[in-house]
């Protein structure tokens, strides 16, 4: 259901511009979706984790100017930087010696270091991939067809993404005895 609500901004910019075909109107309705969104997080939680303000900040900064200046570009750069930013700063974490990965999951499943290194990297790597991926699909294709890769290409690469690394963490996970 969490992941419902943090995909209810998507859902919404999606619904919208199949219905109107209008990217702009679109933008709109996701800058304020994710501020009502971040408001009710804000007033049911009294904080909003790193990534919701990163991800904030980002469709107010990118949506604005997509409506300030009615230009597409700016909205179908978010993906990638958002990716980018994710990305740099797990590379960032790693290399001052700490593990984000590590950190926020840590306390669901015990890793040996290695792998939490190789799941880092993976992340990093993957994260850098689907930043240059959507900027591809943005100038390679027509908006409408970003648009659909937004929600159902994005979304599928990352949740095939999730079931490979779940794959993998399981060797790790301790068998229960019968």
């Known amino acids: 259901m969490k992941a419902l609500f943090e995909l209810l901004v998507v859902i919404l910019f999606f619904i ?10 679109a933008t709109a309705v996701a800058l304020v979706a994710g501020v009502i969104q971040a408001a009710f997080i804000w007033i049911k939680y009294k904080k909003l984790q790193t990534m919701q303000w990163v991800s904030l900040l980002l469709i107010v900064i990118f949506g604005g100017a997509t409506i300030v200046f009615k ?13 980018w930013l994710l990305a740099a ?11 984000a990965l590590q950190a926020t999951m840590g306390k669901e499943i015990t890793l040996p270091d290695a792998v ?16 240059v991926l959507n900027l591809w699909v943005a100038y390679r294709f027509t908006e409408a067809q970003w648009v659909n890769y937004k929600l159902f290409g994005s979304t599928g690469l990352l949740i095939a993404f999730v079931l490979v690394q779940t794959a993998y963490l399981s060797r790790f996970i301790p068998k229960e005895p019968n």
């Open 71 to 83: 230009d597409a570009h700016f909205i179908m750069w978010k993906p990638s930087i958002l990716f």
């Open 16 to 25: 919208t511009y199949v219905f109107t075909k209008n990217i702009v109107l």
């Open 89 to 99: 700063a797990l590379l960032a974490s790693q290399l001052l010696g700490k593990n």
């Open 116 to 131: 939490w290194r190789k799941l880092t990297f993976a992340w990093v790597l993957f994260l850098a991939m689907m930043g």
